[in-house]
């Protein structure tokens, strides 16, 4: 997905994941050169052609989750980010280090360990001498689908930075609280290289729910009445309210639902179905380690239907075009999207922040790392 967002104006030079299912889609879609399946611990500079302008990695998130255990970057998962940025260091010391770097994770990383994750990916970025910056960029300003993530983009410092690409201080649509009390605490070689970046707004029409779902399904299944009245069953007074509302409008209305595991009044644990009808979905998340997968809910004409989203409607919601290549079995599918990043977040950072730190970049030196006319991307992660 961080592919098809950067679109045809780059080339990759080198990708690489460890899981040969996700391996196997990029390949349906992209093809096979430069790809590598193989923990990214196990990956050297040997493996990374040329000078690359980007490098993307998108790092596991279960440690540095609000939802998580707390390991953070010391977690087996995250932790994959060090072997990546042993990448880099030696991609520096052999002169060719990427002209930027944008890192992509959960929105816990800002508060992961009590902000020293964070601190501590500031320190890595300053040290190899990058000036770096971080956004708070929410999927829902252009898909119909609630997806808070945090983007860490980093151009060497002695790089030209165009006028209007940086601001004098934070600005809240994209630099909100959170983000900002974790610059607070940066260290001072962190926080003299800290850049606040300054995106435009989007200026496209954001597409509503009921453009994603789709009339006749593919992959899964209605539900029986039975279970629909489970899932109402499980709700609290407040999500049924919802439903109840929706039923009195007459009018059809398409909806979500996840089922969660809260606190009940005695302290106990009780699983709830929590519905929402404001036009976006949830956070897609991947249908492992005990997070459910989304529900759609469809109010029409006085009566309640339910079913899981279908592969290409979660697709969709990620901003893949419907011609988009997705594995055949329904949880390695929702598995592949749920774990990506929003097609349409990466174009508006590509096109806002990337290509004209480039193209300024170019102005001053000789385009070397240019290929065929595209940019050069290695390694995504």
Known sequence: MARMGLGPGWKTLFANDFDPSKAAAYAENWGSEGLLVEDVAKVSTKDLPGEADLAWASFPCQDLSLAGAGRGLGGERSGTFWPFWRLIEGLSREGRPPKVIALENVYG????????????????????????????????????????????????????????????????????????????????????????????????????????????????????????????????????????????????????????????????????????????????????????????????????????????????LMGLPDDYRLPAKYNAAYHLTGDGVAVPVVRHLAASLFEPLLEAESRRTPPQALVEGHRDVAPVT
């Not at 930075?161 to 004098?168: A, E, F, M």
């Not at 519905?275 to 006085?302: H, K, N, W, Y």
């Open 109 to 316: 990383a800002v508060r992961s360990h009590g902000g020293k994750d964070f601190a501590a990916i500031g320190e890595a970025m300053a040290s190899a001498g990058y000036r770096y910056g971080a956004l708070l960029i929410d999927a829902e300003r252009f898909l119909p689908q609630s997806r808070l993530r945090l983007f860490i983009v980093g151009v060497l410092k002695d790089a030209a930075v165009p006028d209007g690409l940086q601001s004098q201080g934070p600005i809240e649509e994209w630099h909100p609280r959170p983000l900002r009390e974790a610059v607070g605490v940066l260290g001072e070689e962190a926080r003299n290289a800290w850049v606040w970046w300054h995106l435009p707004k989007p200026t496209h029409a954001r597409p509503s729910l009921s453009d994603v779902i789709e009339d006749t399904p593919t992959g899964v299944e209605w539900d029986s009445a039975d279970h629909t009245q489970y899932l109402l069953n499980l709700m609290s007074e407040v999500n049924l309210s919802k439903v109840h509302a929706a039923l009195a409008n007459g009018k059809r209305h398409v909806g979500t639902v996840y089922r969660r595991t809260r606190r009940d009044p005695g302290g106990g644990r009780v699983q709830r179905a929590e519905a929402r009808f404001d036009g976006v979905a949830g956070c897609l998340r991947t249908p492992s380690g005990g997070s459910s997968r989304q529900t759609v809910l469809i109010v029409e004409d006085g009566h309640v239907r339910s079913r899981l989203l279908s592969p290409r409607e979660t697709a969709r």
